[in-house]
């Protein structure tokens, strides 16, 4: 059975934390603060746990599935996760490890496309993906 309702839990503490890094994040004094950056992290941990989760009890049953269109869905949910993982990535290493004020409006810019990007796969999935399994 695919668990849904987990699926749907991890989306709502990784909406969460997105919301209020979305708030502190305008604040450069916030950017070497500790607590911001393990909010960051522990974003980042979520939605890779919840990716992950997803590519283990969602795609093989739905790329196995025999209706084209259903197959065609997770094919492009992976596609966008493979796209996500790489932008996310690239974030990491240019913010992550490199703990500084300079540049914050980079920064900031870069960090809020990473949080659109990830709310709008999060709406993806709860009007495309979750319906369908």
Sequence with gaps: M?????????????????????NLVSDPSLRTNTVFCELLQRFRDKLDIHLKHEARSIYPELLNHDDKKIKKIAKDFLSNTHELERILSKYVKRWCHHITT????EF??????VFRLVNERIQMEETYLFSIV
């Design 108 to 113: 900031e810019s870069e960090t809020m496309q």
């Design 102 to 105: 300079e540049n914050h409006e």
């Design 2 to 22: 695919i668990p849904v309702e987990e699926l749907r839990n991890e989306n709502d503490e990784i909406k969460d934390l997105s919301n209020v890094l979305s």
